[in-house]
């Protein structure tokens, strides 16, 4: 099979159901993925500085991973009642997404730079975590049946507004969460 620009089309290419979001930041899209799925096409950008000296340059925008919080959800995900309601956000590089308007569907996809190879993106590079880093984690060892998990992905988002929006997500929930976990105990 031919892709539009002529070459073969990819075997690894992967297609989704999705809703188009049009929001103030941008647009972005709405889908539910296989979490194994998810777990192979996903890598978190953690953050880190480049230089002897912090103030340097400072990369990435989530967390270190704490291992005891993946360890909680882990647990969690043996549960009969286990879910994610709330979405992972992700950033897709344009390179690697296609919306299909007349499908209502989004397909992703390996891309492969033969002029700057380093630009290529593996099937393990195709998207970067902005937030749910801890919950793919956890799903790495999920052993149970299918697991879908509600996605909502960013195309070629630049670095401060994934910024935004990991600090939007998460600053509201970090003040909330001790005393909203003590009051539900």
């Not at 997404?97 to 996809?109: G, Q, V």
């Not at 970067?128 to 070629?156: M, P, W």
């Not at 988002?157 to 003040?175: E, G, H, I, W, Y």
Request: aromatic share 8%.
């Amino acid at each position: 099979m031919r892709d539009t620009n002529g070459g073969v089309e990819n075997p690894m290419d992967m297609e989704f159901p999705c809703i188009k979001v049009t929001q103030p930041i941008g647009t972005f899209f709405v889908a539910a993925i296989d979490s194994k799925l998810l777990c192979e096409i996903t890598c978190a950008d953690v953050e880190r500085s480049k230089g002897e000296r912090e103030v340097e340059t400072y990369l990435g925008i989530e967390r270190p991973l704490l291992r005891a919080h993946t360890i909680e959800i882990e647990e969690y995900l043996t549960t009969t009642d286990a879910c994610f309601p709330s979405a992972i956000v992700i950033v897709v590089d344009g390179a690697c997404f296609e919306y299909l308007e007349t499908k209502k569907s989004i397909r992703l996809k390996i891309y492969e730079d033969k002029n700057n190879p380093q630009n290529s993106k593996s099937r393990f590079e195709i998207a970067k975590v902005i937030d749910g880093q801890h919950r793919i984690e956890a799903l790495r060892k999920y052993k149970g049946d299918t697991f879908q998990v509600n996605v909502s992905i960013f195309v070629s988002m630049p670095l401060p507004s994934q910024a935004q929006v990991f600090t939007a997500l998460n600053l509201a929930r970090t003040k909330e969460r001790s005393r909203l976990i003590y009051d539900l105990f």
